[in-house]
């Protein structure tokens, strides 16, 4: 009995076997078959591509996403390292110890992504009570700027992700719906023609045995066995 095609198969054996199938009808002359399952194999192909084009659209959109983190993150290197030179040109007022407590700014760059942009605009804040003719009050804008950028970013994301699934969970519908009507050719070809024969119309999709060390590597029936 020819194996038919299983949920855990992959797209890419679902078509394979599918195009095969559908040779070997027109090759056996049973194109009456053919007219319910080209449509589903186009479908699928059509699903799979979409699928790999919200695929490559949540890749992209997650690089987008971490070069904005990194753009954060130098913006409040930026912000300290500023600080350090105010601080020691203004020994008497120092800024560092009331905007970074820790000392670094390694707690707030480390925090989760989703948690970092509150935070840096809490630091913004701190900034902004310093007073606009603070020399570091420029860093404030910069700061909440990058925030709000690494905000939209996640969004982005994830609802790039959530446009993937919904186009994988699509895909799937167009397997199922094509393995379904793969299995039903073949019992339908059992009915009118057989089993011998409907096996015929499907392709094989074991995996090959090796040939053993000592087989021969001429093929049966080929022209290299004909001409010896």
Known sequence: MARMLTER?????HLNASRRHVRLLRR???EEMITGIDPLIADL???QQLSEDRALDTQA????????DAELDDAVRNLHDAGKQHDRSNPTSPALPDLFPNGGF????????KDEPDNVDALAKKLELLGPDHNLAPHAAKLRAGAQAVRDAIKLHNDAIRVQKSAEAEEDIAKS????KYEAN?????KLWGRVFADRLFPDLRA?????????????GSFAEKSA
Request: hydrophobic fraction near 35%.
């Open 28 to 30: 056996s002359r049973r």
């Open 186 to 190: 073949y019992l339908d070809g059992r």
């Open 45 to 47: 192909q059509h699903k």
């Open 9 to 13: 198969d992959s797209t890419a054996l």
């Open 208 to 220: 090959p045995k090796r040939p053993s060390a000592d087989a021969p590597s001429v093929v049966k």
């Open 106 to 113: 390694g707690t707030l760059i480390d925090l989760p992504l």
């Open 61 to 68: 959109a997650y690089d987008a996403l971490v070069a904005s």
């Open 177 to 180: 719906a094509l393995r379904r």
